[in-house]
């Protein structure tokens, strides 16, 4: 079993294969998690906002298409697949924890090396265990078709951590409509309020106004229908 790092395109299936797709962000996201490592504390807010749009969506569409699909093909899908959730659910935490802070705050610099860790864990753990196993157990077609399901969810779901939804369907399915519209209206005010310093204060405004309404939609308890006991205990063991 080899890590999808060590592939080909051509070993991964093809260009419209999911694990083509995966390893594509997973570069993506290192790419920017060095930027981050050298940046200025005034430019991560920037960096962050791009890290945000990439990664919860990607990490929404695996919760929505491909770990369901990985219980259902592997005996240990279960298992594997409540791991990399719980990573999910600490990311979700540690952000929304992270957004209550000022660029000054003391914990900031330890909170922020934690989810940069963290990311790249999840990483280690989809690129050298998770998605290979599904490699296994799947023809390259059957990769491809999964790559169009899963492409298509990461292209219209939520930008920003929600820690209150289930990991799992039906509650993250749910959720995603009203969360993604809500989210998607925040990274449009929260990029003009970057680079308008005169109207940043009006937009923060409107932005936080939109932040409450989504804290009222993941706390709607159908949302949280299909969640796996134990997804949010940290001392799961691997």
């Known amino acids: 079993m080899r890590s999808l790092a060590e592939q080909t395109t051509a070993e991964l299936g093809g260009r419209w ?5 995966q390893k594509r962000d997973h570069v993506e996201l290192e790419g920017m998690l060095q930027e981050l490592d050298v940046a200025a504390v005034e430019e991560q807010p920037e ?13 929404f569409a695996e919760e929505s298409v491909l770990w369901p699909t990985i219980r259902r093909v592997l005996p240990d899908g279960e298992h594997l697949t409540a791991i990399v959730e719980q990573e ?16 000054q705050d003391a914990d900031r610099p330890a909170l922020l090396a934690s989810i940069v860790e963290l990311l790249r864990e999840d990483v280690r753990d989809e690129e050298d265990t998770l998605l290979p196993r599904l ?29 209150v939804v289930s990991r799992r369907p039906p509650g993250n399915v749910l959720a995603a409509l009203p969360l993604s519209a809500l989210d998607r209206a925040r990274d449009t005010l929260d990029r003009a309020a970057l680079r308008s ?31 796996r006991a134990g997804t949010r205990d940290k001392s799961t063991s691997r």
Do not use: D
Request: with cysteine; net charge positive; proline share 7%.
């Open 47 to 59: 960096i962050l906002h791009r890290i945000y749009r990439l990664v919860f969506p990607h990490a």
């Open 88 to 103: 999910h659910q600490q990311i979700n935490e540690l952000v929304a924890e992270l957004e209550e802070l000022s660029l």
């Open 17 to 21: 294969s999911v694990l083509t797709r």
């Open 135 to 163: 490699q296994e157990a799947l023809q390259p077609k059957e990769l491809r078709r999964l790559g169009l399901a899963w492409e298509a969810v990461r292209r219209s779901a939520p930008t920003r951590p929600h820690p």
């Open 197 to 227: 310093e005169g109207l940043r204060p009006n937009l923060s405004r409107v932005s936080a106004a939109l932040c409450r309404g989504a804290a009222v939609v993941e706390h709607i308890p159908v949302m949280r229908t299909g969640e």
